[in-house]
């Protein structure tokens, strides 16, 4: 039997769309994004006529995804996921014409902005993910999160192979050869917001939510939400091995990948062999990063999600071993280091993305789900913009072993959970309030879930 609500919204068929529809838009941002990941540190690289400033840039893009995360997120609380994601790649669009404009004058204030505001692709296309789980069935949460992160494969594994074409377009519009690739990013991302306001309806937040509460009006939102929502987050053991792992792997993931192109271009020989070489080493990596990450969903939806965070944190440490041994022409080495480290990266963010949905409650969610990609993107850019110095100071094998050293926290943080120990709470200011919260949390999952399947 096929599952309606009140107005007789086909429930399954709207998931299905919701699905598609986020699929087909993260697909062709992916496209955009990594085209700016490959040429981002190049860039700052070359406008500044410093190694150290290559970070910068890269800096630039994540900090711009972890500060644009928090309003993107109000915006979808307020307005729905299609407010929010349109908004967001509204801003890249702009983000991508200026990083263009810094490139020809050769500005590096204008091309941070830029690429600061470029960063708002990176955010959506994260805050997608929570969107695929809105309609989701609580026993198909994670592997409906990461269909949405594994359709990033598509355009993510061709983005920085288009660095080579997109450096010719950049010769032939007059502009220097790095800035080509972001003029063609403006063009996806125009299109991605054109896509997500005329086909991502009806709005898969506001239809759960209508679901859960009964056609209520909108939730009045206290000051210092994300600070509530965090907290919250936190006060859940699950919810906190779930922030630390999401934090601790794309910081890794950042730190290491953000400065391997760097690396590989002390090899030497011709720029546009070397720009290949870099652009396949990428494209193996971001193939990590999406391609299982279907699998990686199903494994915690299956065997639970501690054991998939276990096991990022042994292929973050694997990762950066093999990537931190390699020399600037080791090529094969470094591709098959990164493709270890995307894949940690999946497996931390997929299982930790999952925990943290379900620590809290759906009139939290989206505030809570905004404050972890901040956070997330604040370890990233931290970890970026140490790794240009470090880079200079003690070679990438520096910088492979300082963001190794970033996966203990996880570490403790899992053995803490296992073992049942953790920060002191107060059982009557903390402890009651969180079991009537998760209470109400699985009373609402599982209605929402009867209401899919037809029950």
Known sequence: MTAVDATGTDLGRVQRRTLAVLGGGTALSGLGVTIGITLGGLLARDVAGSDSASGLGQTAGVLGAAVLAVPLARISDRSGRRAGLAAGFAVAVVGAVVTVVAAALSSLPLLLAGLFAFGAATACGLQARYAAADLAAPDRRGRDLSLVVWATTVGSV???NLAG?????GVRLGLPALGGGFALSALVFAVVAGLFLALLRPDPLLLARRLRDGGAG???????ATRAALAAVWADPGGRLGLTAVVVSHAVMVGVMVMTPVHMGHAGGHEGTTLRLIGLVISVHVAGMYLFSPFVGSLADRVGRRAVVALAAVLLLAATALSGTAGPADAGQLGAGLLLLGLGWSCGLVAGSTLVTEAVGPEQRPTAQGGTDLLMGLGAALAGVVGG???TLGGYGLVTAVSAALVVPLVVVWVLGRSGT?????????VAPQQHQRQQQADGDADLQDRVEGR
Request: proline content about 22%; glycine content about 12%; aromatic content about 0%.
């Open 389 to 391: 110095p470090l880079l």
């Open 422 to 430: 953790g920060p002191a709470r107060s059982a009557s200011a903390v």
């Open 165 to 169: 074409p997109g450096a010719d377009l």
């Open 218 to 224: 909108p939730v009045t939102r206290p000051q210092r």
């Open 158 to 160: 061709l983005g920085p």
